[in-house]
Structures are given as C-alpha cells and as structure tokens.
C-alpha cells in the first residue's frame, strides 16, 4: 500500500497548526497542487494529520471505515458540551443516536413547520421596511437562534424577551470560548475566554435543567422523557441542541443562498414555482460553500484511505470545501451549476458531507432542510434583491463557519403581491 504524500514533520516545531486555521482552503489547494494527491498528510496540532479531499476518501472514513476512525475523546467539543453523541465512539455513540433519532424525524418533525412558517415571517418580514441595505448574516443568524431557541427549549423571542437575550447572550459567550484557546485562567480585569466560556455554560446548564424538570411540552418534554442513559445526559445534549453553530450554520447557508441568486431574477422565479429545482439550488449552495470546513478522526489501528497507508494514532481531517470541488465527480467544480444534480449527479447526494456523511453524519440534517426551505421559500414569495453597493468583497472565509469575510449587505425589494402573472422574469 503506497504511503502517504507529504512529510509528518516533527513534534512543535513541524507543527502547520496556525498555517492550516489561518486559511484551510489554500492550505489544503496548495499541498493537493505539490503532491498531486488530493489525500496527503501534514502535522497538525502536533500529530501526524492525513488530509482528506476526495469524495473516494471521505466516504471510506465516514462510512465503509467510521469503526476504525474514531472521534477523538480529548477533544474539546467534549469539554465542552460532555458525552453526546458526537463526542462518544462505538456502542455508546450508537445508543445515543438511536434515543434520540425521533426527535428529529417523522411527527415531532412536522409539529414543528407552523412554528418554523411564523418565526420565518417575524424575522424576515421587515427586511426591505428601512430602504436601506441589510447585513444578511446578522439577520439570518437572528432568525437561526429564534428557531432553535423556540423549538428546543420552548423560550420564545415574543413572549419570554428577556430570557431569550440572556440565553442567546451566553450561547455566544459559550460558543466564542470554544474556538478560543483552552486556558482556563483568571486574574484581575481579565479572564480567558475559555473560562468565559465554561461560567457562560455552566449558567445555561441550569437553565437547561430548570427546563427539564418543569417544561413537559414540545421537544424539551419530549426529550426528558427518553430512555438516555444517564441524568445528565439530556441537559448535554439539549446544551449542544441550543448552542450557537445551528444559527450560525443556517445564517451561513443562507448568505449563500442570495448571494447566489442575487440580481437573478429568472433563477429566483424558478426556484419559487419549480420546488425540485430549489433543492437543486440548495445542494449546490451547500457544495461550493459548506458551512463547517469539516472534521477530524483518530485512526484506531492501521489502516488505508484511498489507497494510501494510514498509520494507528494519525489524525485525519476530512475537507468538506475539497471534497466537494473533487473533479473527479464535480465537472467545473468551481462553478455554481444547480443543473447537475438533475443530470450528471443526479441521487450523489451522499457526496456531500457539509453535516458529516454516513452513520456519524448531523442528526438535524432533516431539521435543517425543513428550515432552510421554509426561510428561502419566505424570501423567494416576497422579495427581489440585489447587492448593494453592486460590488464588494465576497472573498469567503472558512473558519469557524464560512461566510464572506466582509459581511455583504443586500438590498431587499417587497414584490407586488397582487402580480401572478409570471411575466416580469428578466
């Protein structure tokens, strides 16, 4: 078996920690370009990494192989938000998943849509009412956190402000401290934000808690009442339910989203009378632009990816930007293409791995489907929109989640309601 492309380097000073979180995708483009491999390996947070950026790759880690990959118990996710099922591995991680499946699919999933339709038409009715151009990131992430925050823990903007502002304030706290350095240190006038982070997570917890024991409605009820194998299980994943990156993660996909049909007026009214055309919209969205730059495994023994040897203890990162733009599946992977998923890769879905991929893959991802339709459907009926100025910078950044560096402002235009006709599509 061949060995990996690229050197390992040596502990500390071999490290390409702060060169690979600076910008991943050039990180990643660049050694894919000098080892003409699209699987190499590199040192990355002092181990010896193997980088994954094929679709061959990533579906023989997270599917045929998600036994011998394991997820790394000393990662900070787990110091975070405790043993959950993206944390734990094996058995544990299956029964886990199992408890919880319901909560996501089926009945609990449609008690939700005339939830999702109201907070939609809240938060996005007013977004041409100032005349002025909006920063659609921060309004997105707003809409993300009333949804999360009103169907997991029953606390809605309208009826409960001020303890949704406290929530969504420590949210963030807790969230910013996660992707901080993990010092937990404090001195006078100052404080780590790692530390902010676990007094923000702690103050949730009995919140958290507090809903549990008293709120038997909805999913919070629901999920107290599941068969999980211990008492503090459900306040830790209800913690990892209501954190900051599913806000984060829609706001991310919906920037994409009228980024891509902005000034398109044609591919807007199509998208909003052709549903399987908007899916289509939605899954090359989620290909050129995935919110989460991907994710990262411990081999548990030797083993192989794509035909190149993989040591025990090696990392391995799988690049969702990468695998997406594989050229091997993708043709013209850079471009913005929504057809191909109605011919060439038509039913690869599965090729994708924005939310994970096989059986460790996003237990939301039905969730999110249903909240990212239901919020591109509201713009879509409602609104034209462009950018506004006309140009700027829509360079993306990867890290935490991907978004154009400087946020882009859009300017929205109420559409005449009263017009069906259809015939304006310039």
């Known amino acids: 078996m061949a060995k990996l492309p690229g050197n390992a380097g040596v502990s500390v000073i071999g490290d390409k920690s702060l060169e690979f979180y600076r910008d991943p995708v050039s990180f990643c483009q660049k050694r894919i370009e000098k080892h003409r491999s699209r699987v190499f390996q590199c040192r990355v947070l002092n ?18 192989k998600s036994n011998v990959f394991l997820k790394d118990p000393t990662d900070l996710m787990t110091n975070m938000y405790g043993d959950t099922m993206v944390t734990t591995n094996g058995e544990e991680a299956c029964l886990l998943r199992l408890s919880l499946t319901s909560l996501f699919t089926g009945s609990c999933l449609n008690e939700s849509n005339d939830y999702i339709t109201s907070v ?3 938060c996005l009715k007013d977004l041409s009412l100032s005349g002025q151009p909006q920063c659609v990131y921060s309004a997105f992430k707003r809409l993300g956190t009333e949804l999360v925050l009103g169907l997991f823990m029953n606390v809605r903007a309208e009826e409960q402000p001020e303890l949704f502002q406290e929530i969504m304030q420590l949210c963030t706290q807790h969230w910013h401290g996660l992707i901080s350095t993990p010092v937990n240190v404090k001195v006078p006038l100052w404080s780590s934000g790692f530390s902010t982070a676990i007094e923000a997570r702690d ?4 919140i958290i808690k507090d809903k549990l024991e008293n709120d038997t409605q909805g999913f919070v009820g629901t999920l107290a009442s599941l068969p999980l194998p211990d008492s503090s299980s459900a306040s830790q994943h209800l913690l990892l339910f209501i954190s900051a990156l599913i806000p984060k993660a829609l706001a991310s996909l919906l920037t994409s989203f009228t980024l891509a049909l902005s000034g398109n007026r044609q591919a807007r009214r199509r998208a909003l009378e052709d549903p399987a055309y908007l899916h289509t919209v939605l899954l090359e969205v989620q290909r050129l632009w995935p919110p989460f730059i991907g994710g990262r495994r411990i081999a548990d023994q030797d083993s192989t990816l794509a035909g190149f040897s ?9 690049i969702s930007h990468s695998v997406h733009r594989d ?5 013209e992977p850079d471009n913005f293409l929504p057809e191909r998923w109605s011919g060439r890769n038509a039913g690869q879905e599965h090729f994708l791995c924005s939310f994970g991929n096989g059986p460790r893959s996003c237990i939301g991802t039905k969730l999110n489907d249903v909240f990212l339709k239901e919020a591109c459907m509201y713009l879509l009926k409602n609104y034209d929109w462009c950018l506004d100025p006309p140009s700027q910078d829509l360079e993306y950044k990867w890290l935490p989640v991907s978004r154009p560096a400087n946020p882009p402002t859009i300017a929205f235009t109420r559409l005449d309601r009263t017009r069906s006709d259809g015939s304006d599509t310039s």
């Open 327 to 331: 050229p091997e599946v993708f043709q």
């Open 120 to 122: 939609c038409e809240r």
């Open 203 to 206: 103050r949730l917890m009995e």
């Open 47 to 64: 181990r010896p990494t193997a980088f994954v950026c094929s679709v061959q790759g990533m579906r023989e880690l997270l599917c045929d």
């Open 310 to 318: 993989v040591p025990k203890d090696y990392g391995v990162i799988y």
